[in-house]
């Protein structure tokens, strides 16, 4: 699912090229992505981008009047910057937005079709979608720790909650973690302070850095979860950057948390739910056991 820096650089790519430029129509082709039938989405049309905004991992298209477009890609969802009337992907083409000097295209792949678009009037409306995470890039020391302590949860489970921090999932929750050399499954009400400080500090250097990173490849094309500049996220079984270890994992769901565990369980394997189950006494509780077991 594209992150808080995928959206941040979707919407400085598309504040370049549709900003003050008319939305001349619109092109749906999948009848499960518009969710709001009033106002409709003709409302938009013909009317020129005011503004363009994040509320979460949303793109919000603000136009006079108080009207608003809202896209929400979920895991799949990509947006592509053509020429202008460029016919959508038949298999995976959900939408087009046609602007007089290009198309901005949505694309999803996959079965499961998750992505979104509501079309909204006041702020009051948008306000509704918003979770009310913290923006982490913005946030002091003290503000940051207040929202940590709000739950009481893992701290894989805290970064990724959008009631709590906005904009964070789980590529770039596994990467702060490795970062701030803390456990995924570590306590958010039992950190130190210096936990806590380095934490905040951790976040703020991750988010940071792979913003500046996905800003020098122009137009986000290839949004992904995974990049070759990550530390341990998508890593299994590869050498942890920093010590050498290899990167293990926890998998769960449609999902999986990355961690080394030199760097930040003081060598302990996380027990993965199916497979700790499965092997019982032969699952490797250390790092040397997992070794000798490998030799």
């Known amino acids: 699912m594209p992150e808080l820096p995928d959206i941040v650089t979707y919407l400085e790519a598309l504040d370049r090229r549709v900003k003050g430029r008319v939305?001349?129509?619109?092109?749906?082709?999948?009848?499960?992505?518009?969710?709001?039938?009033?106002?409709?989405?003709?409302?938009?049309?013909?009317?020129?981008?005011?503004?363009?905004?994040?509320?979460?991992?949303r793109i919000v298209f603000g136009f006079d009047g108080d009207l608003f477009l809202v896209l929400h890609l979920m895991i799949a969802g990509r947006l592509h910057w053509a020429d202008p009337g460029t016919k959508l992907n038949a298999k995976i083409g959900l939408a087009a937005f046609d602007f007089e000097n290009g198309t901005l295209t949505l694309t999803?792949?996959?079965?499961?079709?998750?992505?979104?678009?509501?079309?909204?009037?006041?702020?009051?409306?948008?306000?509704?979608?918003?979770p009310g995470g913290l923006e982490v890039l913005d946030t002091s020391l003290d503000q940051f720790r207040e929202a940590l302590l709000k739950e009481s949860h893992t701290l894989k489970r805290s970064l990724t909650d959008p009631h709590l921090f906005s904009g964070i999932g789980n590529a770039?929750?596994?990467?702060?973690?490795?970062?701030a050399k803390l456990s995924p499954l570590a306590n958010s009400r039992k950190l130190s302070?210096?936990?806590?400080?380095?934490?905040?500090?951790a976040t703020l250097e991750v988010l940071r850095d792979a913003i500046r990173r996905l800003k020098e490849e122009g137009f986000p094309e290839g949004v992904t979860a995974f990049r070759e500049w990550h530390a341990v996220h998508g890593?299994?079984?590869?050498?942890?950057?920093?010590?050498?270890?290899?990167?293990?994992?926890?998998?769960?769901a449609d999902n999986e948390t990355n961690y080394c565990p030199r760097c930040q369980t003081e060598g302990k394997i996380l027990a993965d739910r199916s497979l700790s189950r499965l092997l019982k006494d032969d699952w490797p509780r250390t790092l040397e056991e997992l070794e000798e077991r490998r030799g």
């Open 23 to 57: 939305l001349q129509r619109v092109r749906l082709v999948s009848p499960f992505l518009l969710r709001t039938v009033d106002p409709p989405i003709e409302a938009a049309e013909g009317k020129p981008i005011a503004a363009l905004r994040r509320i979460g991992k």
């Open 172 to 179: 770039y929750s596994d990467e702060i973690l490795h970062r």
């Open 235 to 252: 890593r299994f079984k590869k050498p942890c950057p920093v010590c050498g270890a290899p990167i293990q994992r926890i998998r769960y």
């Open 108 to 130: 999803e792949a996959g079965t499961k079709k998750r992505a979104s678009l509501h079309v909204l009037r006041g702020e009051a409306a948008l306000r509704a979608l918003d």
């Open 193 to 201: 302070a210096e936990e806590v400080e380095r934490l905040h500090r």
